[in-house]
């Protein structure tokens, strides 16, 4: 069970690689929240990562919008030092947008009062959440009356082998299943909680059930580049807690021979960048 902790050890490194795409799904999530956002007074921002939802709202408003407070949380605390960092970095001189940073539990949202958002967002958070069911109620709870709840998932590419065959890149997705089946024997593997949200009509369900109404699920596909393959490896192996602590209990020759496996998936020079593409599920609801 992933800790706040936990979080923070791996914290650097999903920083310097995975926050690099994660981010042009926030994009999305920003776009499809336009209307929203331009009318909200509080936004609230569960699991926060390194704070890519604020910095693709500061892309799309670099002044900030008067009255407006976003609250910026993680439970690990080294995230939400990366994403003040980010956000300190990015907004324009006089921003109107008034940035508040907290570390909080998702599933406790102890400083957050009944009805003071009217906007939560989540950028591939939530879910990852141990006690997912509790996250939500807590993000229900805090929302206000017909207020906003929006997040981001990830999803899979029905048949991503043409995109593939068509130069689009490797699928991220088809490269994380590899690499999982190389480093876990099949009867240790489980589902991961990234997978109950594949199907729209599984997360129009999961959304219903947590109260939530009128869903509606966007589907987007990014191509991008990792820089190289020493970044991928890192990627793969030191991004996330439950795949760092895998890696860290196996022998070196046998994460070496790994290694190879997932270089074998790619053509050409390893200090070349590799192109890749990702799906995700891209959701916006209404708290009656």
Request: charged share 25%.
């Amino acid at each position: 069970m992933s800790t706040g902790a936990a979080w923070d050890e791996v914290s650097e490194t999903y920083s310097s690689t995975a926050a690099t795409f994660t981010s042009l799904f926030a994009r999305d999530l920003v776009q499809a929240l336009h209307p929203y956002i331009k009318t909200a007074r509080t936004i609230l921002d569960v699991a926060c990562g390194t704070g890519v939802f604020e910095k693709e709202y500061l892309a799309l408003h670099p002044n900030g919008i008067p009255g407006q407070t976003i609250i910026t949380t993680d439970f690990a605390p080294n995230f939400v030092e990366i994403a003040k960092s980010n956000v300190e970095r990015l907004k324009a001189p006089g921003c109107q947008t008034e940035f508040k940073f907290q570390v909080e539990d998702g599933s406790i949202l102890e400083g957050l009062q009944d009805g003071q958002v009217d906007i939560v967002v989540s950028v591939f958070g939530i879910f990852l959440i141990p006690d997912r069911d509790a996250a939500f109620k807590k993000a229900k709870r805090v929302l206000r009356k017909d207020g906003i709840f929006a997040m981001t998932t990830w999803t899979e590419v029905p048949d991503p082998v043409p995109l593939e065959q068509n130069r689009f890149g490797l699928s991220l997705q088809t490269m994380i299943e590899k690499f999982v089946e190389l480093m876990i024997p099949p009867e240790k593997r489980s589902v991961g909680p990234h997978k109950v949200w594949f199907e729209p009509a599984r997360c129009e369900e999961l959304l219903t059930s947590y109260g939530l109404t009128n869903p509606v699920i966007h589907r987007t596909v990014h191509s991008f580049f990792i820089p190289d393959m020493e970044t991928v490896w890192n990627l793969l192996t030191e991004s996330s807690p439950g795949l760092y602590t895998i890696f860290k209990s196996k022998p070196e020759e046998e994460n070496a021979k790994a290694k190879e496996e997932i270089r074998g998936l790619f053509k050409g020079d390893d200090n070349m960048p590799k192109l890749f593409f990702g799906a995700g599920n891209v959701m916006v609801a209404h708290s009656s």
